[in-house]
């Protein structure tokens, strides 16, 4: 694999020129498509195969579809799913019923992405909300109890593979403590080890989960005002040793306002760190030549993926060819059993 530690973004609903370009130089690992170039369920998948003739082999396109407020595939092109509470909900009245329609979520979310080329999906969610924190996460969470988030988040994994997706958890170590957007700002947790403690274990009980997105939080109580996603202290004593985690590290979008200097700075510093790959999805711009100009910026920033990092990179991509055989149409029935009125096509 000769492949650039990084994952891209498009423009638009069709790959441009100067685009494919730009992929066929700098052949990232992997690619995003955002709310913008999502339209149609014959258009993504054109889009998909355009990428993978520009890089040259079928490389990861990720999506960020978790349920509920955040999904970039879109009511009445695509069926809506929950959000994480739900399944947290349904898992209080009951922990078996609540298992098992986590993973038929994921499992017919997984069905959907993987028949327009889409092998990887940036879910689940593993934050534990706190009373009082910006509401960032908030649904989003399958609830506040390390061991019952880990249990739901376990089982989304295994339906997305199931599909045939390799997801991602998020945020690790940790994003529910956060009194502010990190699209906006760099929030700051002043929380002690034996209040973080609960946070890091929610992430332990998927410690073996292929792919993992970083927090752009400081957790001062480890490395004062420095995000996770750009502090080697985080990374290596907290993100790979205390929870775990050995699969691929990907950054959260280095285009958030939590990281400071440019996007080459960003970069360098989240590789220097211990990051494996760098994200960047140009959330905040319009202008296709902006994001171009963006993306142009990280891919010359990003280092060829080698090593260890290569290693974690492959097993991800292994992570998204395990997909057995589903009946969706029984799948549907069983999952609207358990949680009415899901696979809705409107809003």
């Known amino acids: 694999m000769t492949n650039k530690a990084c994952i891209l973004s498009v423009s638009g609903a069709e790959l441009l020129r100067e685009e494919a370009a730009l992929l066929a130089d700098h052949k990232p690992w992997g690619m995003i498509l955002m709310g913008r170039s999502c339209v149609s369920k014959q258009q993504v998948a054109q889009l998909v195969e355009d990428i993978w003739d520009a890089v040259g082999r079928e490389i990861l396109v990720f ?5 509920g407020r955040v999904a970039r595939l879109k009511a009445p092109e695509w069926p809506l799913f929950p959000a994480g509470r739900v399944y947290g909900d349904l898992y209080d009245a ?6 098992q329609a986590v993973w038929l979520g994921h499992r017919l979310m997984a069905h959907e992405l993987a028949a327009m080329g889409l092998h990887a999906d940036c879910a689940p969610v593993c934050d534990l909300p706190q009373p009082g924190a910006h509401d960032v996460i908030g649904d989003r969470a399958f609830g506040v109890d390390p061991d019952k988030v880990g249990a739901l988040a376990k089982a989304a994994l295994k339906g997305l593979e199931d599909g045939g997706v390799a997801g991602v958890i998020k945020h690790i170590p940790g994003h529910g403590r956060s009194m502010a957007d990190s699209h906006m700002e760099l929030p700051r947790v002043t929380a002690d080890e034996s209040e973080l403690a609960s946070d890091f274990a929610a992430f332990a009980h998927v410690a073996d989960a292929p792919m993992a997105m970083t927090a752009h939080i400081a957790y001062d109580h480890f490395d004062a005002g420095k995000a996770a996603t750009v502090s080697h202290k985080m990374i290596q004593e907290v993100i790979r040793c205390r929870i775990g985690f050995d699969g691929l590290l990907m950054t ?17 510093a989240s590789i220097a760190a211990g990051c494996d790959v760098l994200l960047h999805c140009s959330g905040f711009l319009t202008e296709p030549d902006a994001i171009l100009a963006e993306m142009t910026e990280v891919a010359e920033a990003a280092p060829m993926l080698d090593d260890k990092a290569l290693e974690r ?3 991800a991509e292994e992570a998204s060819k ?9 799948g549907w029935v069983e999952f609207r059993a358990l949680i009415p009125d899901v696979g809705a096509t409107h809003a």
């Open 63 to 67: 999506i960020d579809q978790e349920g």
């Open 94 to 99: 009951d922990p078996e019923k609540g298992l």
């Open 252 to 268: 959260d979008d280095l285009g958030m306002k939590a990281l400071g200097g440019s996007l080459t700075d960003r970069a360098h």
């Open 313 to 315: 990179a492959e097993a």
């Open 322 to 330: 395990r997909a057995i055989a589903f009946d969706a149409e029984a």
